[in-house]
């Protein structure tokens, strides 16, 4: 079992940067793909970035790509996300998630690809 848990999350204005972090314990998740995902109230949640297991690989959806890194540390068994230039639109609760495999395929910007979840962390950006 792993556990995941999310920090770093608050209230910006637009145009700020923040850092989300997401600490894992239970098991090393060092072989493990990682994703952060987003949910903002009354939508499903949706795709943000994922990283692969050891950090030579990233994939972003296109609202952020440009603006987020996803990077992680596998010593420190934690993940992040750099967001920069925040838009009112990126309000969201960001939610951590692991897959218990090195494969990369398209299904990793799905959540039904992931095998654990934080509890999430919210973000808000005002205008």
């Known amino acids: 079992q792993v556990q995941l848990v999310e920090s770093g999350g608050g209230l910006v204005q637009a145009g700020d940067s923040l850092r989300l972090s997401c600490a894992g314990s239970?098991?090393?998740?060092?072989?493990?793909?990682m994703g952060w995902f987003r949910q903002a109230p009354g939508k499903e949640r949706e795709f943000v970035a994922f990283?692969?297991?050891?950090?030579?690989?990233?994939y972003y959806a296109d609202s952020v790509k440009g603006r987020f890194i996803i990077s992680r540390d596998n010593a420190q068994i934690t993940v992040y996300l750099q967001m920069n230039s925040l838009k009112p639109e990126d309000t969201a609760v960001y939610y951590c998630a692991a897959r218990s495999s090195r494969e990369l395929t398209v299904a990793l910007t799905r959540t039904n690809a992931y095998d654990f979840w934080g509890q999430g962390t919210q973000v808000t950006v005002s205008s």
């Open positions: 990283i692969n297991w050891n950090g030579g690989r990233t």
């Open positions: 239970g098991r090393t998740f060092s072989g493990y793909t």
